[in-house]
């Protein structure tokens, strides 16, 4: 299936730990970007990368660092977690990531991610 | 800086009843505009998106949003809702950049 893909689904962690979540488009889609979604369900963007290069990066602690190893791949990296990091984490894709682009975003399922 | 205000938190409605869903943005500028839909424990799809052109969009099952830029509004409508439309519904707006700013979302609960 054509999709975009988040691993894993569900992350549960203790305070300290470093973990990451993965990304996988097939859509050939050269924009890929990462949300986070809180407990209000506000959706918000982190990051966003073009073409492997980074061109959208949110107000988000360094702790967090995306890493591109090609196009079809944007993974997530966090350090030291906190509990505050609990939420809903979106990968997203979409082909044209410039100033203006009028295509649509798709997203991955999300991965859960709870800090105990 | 973009942002986008979603009126009501939590609608409920019953079967058949019709639907409009409050979106408002602020941003001077040309704007691309969605609706994404986020069914229970499912990941967001795309209902209907404006790029430009007629500002009434039509999109899936059955949903529609009119653009009406003198109030910076971008509302939802389904003339008649199911039970299946139970979901979260979210307005996002994206400007210069491709930054995509998300309301924070409306529950729609449809009664049978």
């Known amino acids: 299936d054509t999709a975009v893909s988040q691993t894993p689904k569900y992350l549960v962690t203790q305070m300290g730990n470093d973990k990451s979540i993965k990304c996988e488009q097939n859509l050939g889609h050269d924009t890929m970007y990462w949300y986070k979604q809180d407990s209000k369900k506000f959706l918000k963007i982190m990051f966003s990368?073009?073409?492997?290069?980074?061109?959208i990066n949110e107000t988000v602690p360094n702790r967090f660092s995306p890493k591109s190893p090609d196009k079809a791949h944007l993974n997530l990296h966090i350090n030291s977690l906190e509990l505050g990091d609990s939420a809903v984490y979106f990968c997203a894709s979409s082909q044209g990531g410039g100033a203006v682009a009028y295509n649509e975003q798709f997203f991955g399922p999300g991965t859960r991610l709870t800090v105990l | 800086a973009q942002s986008v205000s979603q009126h009501n938190h939590h609608v409920i409605l019953s079967e058949a009843a019709s639907l409009e869903l409050g979106c408002n943005y602020s941003?001077?500028?040309?704007?691309?505009l969605f609706w994404y839909v986020q069914y229970p424990g499912q990941h967001l799809q795309l209902l209907l998106k404006?790029?430009?052109?007629?500002?009434l969009v039509k999109g899936i099952k059955g949903f529609e949003a009119e653009f009406i830029k003198s109030k910076f509004s971008f509302n939802l409508r389904k003339p008649s809702v199911q039970w299946s439309d139970t979901a979260e519904y979210f307005c996002a707006v994206k400007g210069y950049g491709n930054k995509l700013v998300f309301g924070a979302g409306t529950i729609l609960r449809v009664k049978s």
């Open positions: 941003y001077g500028g040309t704007v691309n």
């Open positions: 404006y790029f430009s052109g007629d500002p």
């Open positions: 990368y073009n073409n492997k290069e980074l061109i």
